[in-house]
């Protein structure tokens, strides 16, 4: 059987390590290779890396968004203090 990571474990991981490990496993349920018990050990796995991966996404579109705008309200502010 193949080694489970605990979802802590998975919660640590940064995107990058989670979709290597996504990757991992897409391929070898793709091959066909692996027992189906362990084939579906390792989709719920990768259910688990996508949702992981999809917190990261939000939580760095949130900060971009914050970002975004704070950029606009410096420019507003620039642009009424150049009006004056």
């Not at 998975?10 to 091959?31: C, H, P, R, Y």
């Not at 991966?53 to 309200?73: G, H, P, V, W």
Request: glycine share 4%; charged share 40%; hydrophobic share 25%.
């Amino acid at each position: 059987m193949a080694e489970q990571k605990p979802k802590k474990d998975i919660d640590k991981m940064s995107f990058e390590d989670a979709i290597k490990e996504l990757t991992s496993i897409v391929g070898k349920i793709e091959q066909g290779q692996v027992p189906l018990q362990e084939s579906l050990e390792q989709y719920e796995k990768g259910m688990a890396l996508i949702k992981h991966c999809r917190t990261i996404l939000q939580k760095a579109e949130k900060r971009i968004d914050k970002i975004s705008n704070q950029d606009d309200t410096e420019q507003k502010s620039r642009d009424k203090e150049d009006k004056s």
